[in-house]
Every structure is written in structure tokens, then in C-alpha cells.
């Protein structure tokens, strides 16, 4: 997937249980391990918001966008 979630990152600089997170932000443990492990396959608005909330950060420190291996230029295919 060539969207990376780097929230382990940012909740070791700033500190953070994922357990604290998740009480802060308003989710599971479940789903916050979900997200911080890579698997979730989409995220809200609002859970996003709230978790750059409580870490302080931007979205962008975050999420990263890594292209993948023959990927070509990286623009989507017409009808998608």
C-alpha cells in the first residue's frame, strides 16, 4: 500500500502510550493498533483531526504517500 502510516513515530517523540492515545482520540486500543499497524484501509476526517490533536502534529507527519515499484509516474488510471 503506498500510503504509510507513521503514527508509532509520532507517538514515540511525543511520548504517548497507544493506550493514552486511544483514550485521548476517542477509540479502541483495537483500532488505534489497526491504524498504527498499517492495516487500516481507510481513515476519518474526524479521527484524523483528533489524533494530530492530541499529538500536537500535522497530518502530512503522519501519513506519507512511498510509490511503489512499477507504479510508473504514480497518476491514478483513468476511471479510478
Do not use: H, W
Not at 502510550?17 to 498504527?36: C, D, F, H, M, Y
Not at 492530541?54 to 507504479?71: K, S, V
Amino acid at each position: 500500500m503506498p500510503i504509510v502510516v507513521n503514527l508509532d513515530v509520532m507517538m514515540a517523540r511525543r511520548k504517548i502510550s497507544a493506550g493514552e492515545l486511544a483514550q485521548r482520540v476517542g477509540i479502541t486500543p483495537a483500532n488505534l493498533s489497526i491504524l498504527k499497524n498499517n492495516r487500516a484501509k481507510a481513515i476519518r476526517f474526524s479521527t484524523l483531526e483528533a489524533i494530530c490533536r492530541a499529538l500536537d502534529c500535522q497530518p502530512a507527519d503522519i501519513l506519507e504517500y512511498r510509490q511503489e515499484p512499477g507504479d510508473g509516474d504514480g497518476q491514478a488510471s483513468p476511471g479510478q
